[in-house]
């Protein structure tokens, strides 16, 4: 049995952190975790960057597809479990995200707009999304006439309702894929080893 916090947005806001409980030794949760990451990895050894009793540390990554785009992303991320007699914390931390199709780095603001949920209502996406996309076309060289042109006639109540739609759709998978790996982990740990082989 275990009883856990769910995972939450860590104190310098760069990643998630969960605590969990578990009625396990700090042995037991360590060999958990290390079959979890054999099962989980290609090569263990690739991944693992630190591997003591206290603390394991990984760098491996994630997918996630944002609807906005349609693109499949993959996400770089460190994930350290420290771990203690009946609980473990596991801390999450995305670093960098690569186009899947095209194998190019992405700008790290396409990670922190996710962490940060900047637009939670369609009434506030409505200005923030008509701004920003003024000032992307008007860094792009387009003359403010350009632009208030190209506003009127792109930027209309329901462009913006189906934008929006996606987006939350899109942070919806965001955080499914976190989600995921976090439970990959538990159930893992929390799994009893009754293996009658």
């Known amino acids: 049995s275990f009883n856990s916090f769910g995972h939450e947005l860590n104190k310098n806001s760069d990643g998630y952190t969960e605590v969990v ?102 009434d506030e996406f409505k200005p923030w999304h008509k701004n920003n996309t003024i000032k992307i076309w008007l860094s792009q060289g387009y003359s403010e006439r350009q632009v208030q042109k190209f506003a009127k006639k792109h930027i209309t109540p329901d462009s913006q309702k189906e934008l929006f739609e996606k987006r939350l759709k899109t942070f919806e998978n965001w955080n499914k894929a976190i989600e995921s790996t976090f439970k990959s982990i538990k159930d893992y740990v929390s799994k009893s080893d009754d293996d009658d082989w």
């Open 21 to 122: 409980e578990v009625e396990l030794s700090k042995k037991d949760i360590h060999q958990k975790i290390n079959e979890w990451i054999a099962l989980n990895y290609k090569s263990a050894q690739d991944v693992i960057q630190l591997n003591t009793e206290d603390k394991i540390v990984l760098k491996g990554n994630y997918t996630f597809t944002s609807t906005i785009s349609g693109n499949t992303f993959g996400i770089r991320n460190t994930t350290t479990i420290s771990i203690r007699d009946n609980k473990y914390k596991i801390d999450l931390i995305p670093t960098s995200a690569f186009n899947k199709s095209t194998m190019k780095d992405t700008e790290y603001a396409f990670i922190t707009q996710y962490m940060n949920n900047e637009v939670p209502t369609f």
